[in-house]
């Protein structure tokens, strides 16, 4: 079966396996496989022996064990007549469809009981994918920001109140929230009007200073419909100039200078208010149905997380390929150009969702908030109508990605031995999203059967 070694085909597998010495300053490793990956025809691998290559690592560089990524060794070709032997038949089988004269796949199945992969085909392919941007970008996410993160809109004063009036000016401190909505401009317009104030002599200002001010991501199509990106956003839109003072005149308060002025706060004014939401609120509309302005919000979230103000995508994709590069990855073989996957100039590969989704696997804290927010089978999300009536219902957590021409899913599943899978699909130069969906579930059905 095993036709011999297609070098363009070669999976890279990298496992760290450390051995800490007692004066911290040491560790085994494996590196980067370099040996011959034999490659059959229908995509499975196997693997020579790994060399262990002990080397020394300074103290600062160490990376703990529950940041680390181990991508074992193949299970290789199974014998027929077992349920991975079988498995790998039928993948083949489907591998091997018309659809992929004329098109491109990416497929990557790993069995995270057993901690081996189980099929590969074309896993380090650079493809476009999609809104599978998304698992990238809440990964990074919850690892920088962590469980207990909210999403902040402060409102602060500055001056005195005499007779009502407010000799001063307001602030609100944009924390680029995609769930503010108008009803809570209105809560702070009243929390103001509670402290006695029914008119403000001065100015009105929008702190934007969290993020840089392009509009836009990096690669975006003139004919999306997102966006434009702003750190105050309302009900997921730039018009908070407009609805802000609209919130104050409902609250009885009148403005000598009613229009909203850009400016950073002062360390001098007075917090008054603060909305905030959780990121399991954010994760929920973001991964179930695939919300791009939720996913940019995290992104730049990531951004500020670096501490340097106006923050931009650089500084998002600075921390994202640390995560990665900690993972034994090479983040020079990606691009990551924005939070939603909306870009064109996003490329990833079935061995980086992979990577990533068993590193979140890996981290209880991570998982438990991925997961609840992943569209499931049959049920909810961008899933709710995909894999009804099959092994796959109610099984399937995974994230969809579309755009024209592409159509990616990737997540976990348990297979019918009780295992737990992760896998990443990537369908390039389909002529129908459908036809790639369609691909998508059969994988899926048949890893579930």
């Not at 103290?59 to 790998?88: F, K, R, Y």
């Amino acid at each position: 079966m095993v036709s011999g070694i297609k070098s363009n085909r070669s999976l890279l597998v990298i496992a760290f396996l450390f051995s800490v010495c007692s004066c911290g300053s040491h560790r085994t490793l494996q590196v980067p496989y370099t040996n011959s990956v034999h490659t059959s025809e229908n995509g499975r691998v196997s693997l020579e022996s790994t060399p262990v290559i002990t080397q020394t690592v300074p103290p600062q560089q160490e990376i703990s064990q529950d940041e680390q990524m181990v991508l074992a060794p193949s299970a290789g070709n199974a014998p027929s007549g077992t349920w991975l032997g079988d498995i790998q038949i039928q993948l083949d089988s489907l591998c091997q469809l018309p659809l992929f004269e004329t098109s491109q796949l990416g497929l990557y199945v790993f069995d995270l009981t057993d901690n081996v992969p189980i099929y590969a085909k074309n896993t380090t392919q650079r493809m476009r994918p999609a809104s599978n941007q998304k698992l990238i970008t809440s990964i990074c996410g919850l690892h920088y920001l962590g469980e207990n993160f909210k999403f902040r809109t402060d409102l602060r004063i500055k001056g005195t109140v005499a007779n009502g009036t407010l000799q001063g000016d307001v602030y609100v401190i944009g924390g680029m929230d995609p769930m503010l909505t108008v009803s809570d401009l209105n809560e702070m317009a009243t929390a103001l009007r509670n402290m006695g104030i029914n008119s403000i002599a001065g100015n009105i200002y929008a702190d934007l200073s969290m993020k840089d001010n392009i509009p836009y991501g990096w690669g975006w199509c003139w004919d999306d419909k997102d966006g434009p990106l702003s750190a105050l956003m309302v009900d997921a839109k730039d018009k908070f100039n407009a609805e802000w003072p609209k919130a104050l005149s409902k609250a009885g308060i009148k403005c000598s200078k009613p229009s909203v002025k850009q400016q950073q706060v002062t360390d001098d004014a007075k917090s008054i208010s603060c909305i905030t939401h959780t990121i399991d609120e954010v994760l929920q509309p973001l991964l179930k149905n695939s919300h791009n302005i939720y996913a940019e919000c995290l992104f730049y979230q990531i951004a500020a997380h670096s501490g340097q103000k106006n923050a931009g995508r650089q500084q998002a994709v600075t921390l994202i390929n640390d995560l990665i590069a900690k993972l034994g990855m090479q983040p020079d073989q990606y691009q990551i150009a924005d939070g939603s996957g909306l870009s064109l100039y996003n490329y990833a590969s079935p061995e980086l969702l992979v990577c990533l989704l068993n590193y979140a696997f890996s981290k209880p804290i991570i998982f438990k908030h991925l997961y609840d927010a992943l569209p499931i089978a049959g049920i909810d999300g961008t899933l709710s109508k995909r894999m009804q009536n099959s092994p796959a219902y109610n099984n399937v957590h995974a994230k969809t990605g579309t755009l024209y021409g592409i159509s990616t899913l990737s997540g976990y599943l348990t297979a019918s031995n009780g295992h737990v899978l992760s896998f990443s699909i990537m369908n390039q130069g389909i002529s129908s999203t459908k036809t790639g969906k369609d691909f998508q579930d059969q994988v899926c059905i048949l890893l579930c059967q």
